[in-house]
């Protein structure tokens, strides 16, 4: 399970969910089981602690 630090990371993955970068420039997080877009990150960087789909 994936713990914030309250350092600027995070320890640990977190399982069940993917991120790529949308067209736009975004990051979007994805539901790994069901595949389906959970969130996306508009103050740029990537999330963190969530693997990256190829």
């Known amino acids: 399970m994936a713990k914030n630090t309250g350092s600027g990371f995070r ?3 977190v399982t069940n969910r993917t991120q790529f970068q949308a067209p736009n420039g975004n990051f979007v997080k ?3 089981s069901t595949g389906r877009f959970m ?3 508009t103050s ?3 999330f963190k602690g ?5």
């Open 39 to 41: 969130d996306q990150k």
């Open 11 to 13: 320890k640990g993955a």
């Open 50 to 54: 969530i693997r990256k789909e190829s």
């Open 30 to 32: 994805r539901d790994a």
């Open 44 to 46: 740029g960087g990537a």
